[in-house]
């Protein structure tokens, strides 16, 4: 949360308040989740169970 907050107030000029809230904010969810999905393209053809 203090990622998603520092990555907010470097680029949008405020915090996201993740931190304050306890909760992700609907941008630091969408960030979070994108990097899950791009990790698992390079590994994708490697595991049969993808494949389906």
Known sequence: MISFDAAGTLTLGR????????????????????AYATSLVPIRQHLWFFDS
């Open 15 to 34: 915090p996201l308040d993740c931190i304050a809230t306890n909760t992700l904010h609907t941008l630091a969810s969408i960030m979070q989740s994108s």
